[in-house]
């Protein structure tokens, strides 16, 4: 059933329960009265379709949300003709960062959701974000944890200078629902407390192991020679 809301002369659609425009509309908004033109969600709403086509800057997002056609600010919740670029500007710094993050990712998540019976695979990785050097004195650092298929980002936090992605992946792990997911990784999350939590948790695991884990690589290896691999046995007992 399709919902719909007045105002003035112009209709506009009430977002179905659980979708990106219903919880960006469940954010308190911090403006003041005479700040409120828009709908807050409206404009998060831009803000995030400006960056998903490539739009880098409130200059960049306000331009290409200009361009649409009037019918599509109607259903993100604009009733009127939107701002400007300073308009973008002032939201996002007045707006904290985890707030607008929180949202998508319980979006992200809720979209994600694991089918059961079904693993779905996800990736803990780290990147250092560009162009952050200058401006902040040091590179930023994230450490994400990724939806594989779809590369939707489930999870993420900052790097402090002295935390290694060890200790950072343990926090993240316990932020997220890891039951029906394969949490995938390289050599740095070889760890047992780090398996042990995805484990715990109801997930699976696939990381990989390098030559600087000289004595778990050989316990692994010599699984799979013969004699020893469940799949060496099973190709004799079907030969024999």
């Known amino acids: 059933m ?37 709908s807050l969600a409206a404009m998060l709403a831009a803000i995030i379709c400006g960056l998903l086509t490539g739009a880098k800057g409130c200059t960049a997002i306000a331009q290409w949300l200009h361009d649409q056609e009037p019918e599509f600010w109607h259903s993100i919740g ?17 707006l904290p960062p985890e707030t607008l993050e929180n949202a998508v990712r319980a979006w992200v998540t809720e979209y994600l959701a694991a089918v059961p019976g079904e693993l779905r695979p996800v990736a803990l990785d780290g990147k250092t974000l560009c162009g952050t050097l200058q401006p902040h004195g040091q590179s930023i650092h994230l450490l994400a944890m990724f939806d594989t298929a779809t590369g939707g980002v489930i999870a993420q936090a900052r790097m402090p200078g002295h935390t290694n992605e060890h200790k950072a992946a343990m926090r993240l792990l316990r932020s997220v629902v890891l039951k029906g997911r394969l949490v995938t990784g390289d050599a740095m999350f070889c ?22 884990q000289p004595e778990l690589k050989e316990t692994i290896e010599s699984e799979f020679r013969s004699g020893r691999s469940p799949l060496q046995r099973t190709r004799s007992a079907t030969a024999a």
């Open 191 to 212: 760890q047992r407390d780090i398996c042990r939590e995805i484990t715990d948790s109801g997930g699976d695991y696939l990381v990989a192991v390098k030559d600087n």
């Open 78 to 94: 604009f009733t009127r003709k939107p701002p400007t670029s300073n308009c973008f500007r002032d939201v996002l710094l007045g």
């Open 2 to 38: 399709e919902l719909y809301s007045t105002y003035g002369e112009t209709t506009v659609k009430v977002p179905a329960a659980g979708s990106l425009l219903a919880i960006l509309a469940a954010i308190p908004d911090y403006r003041g009265r005479k700040g409120r033109r828009h």
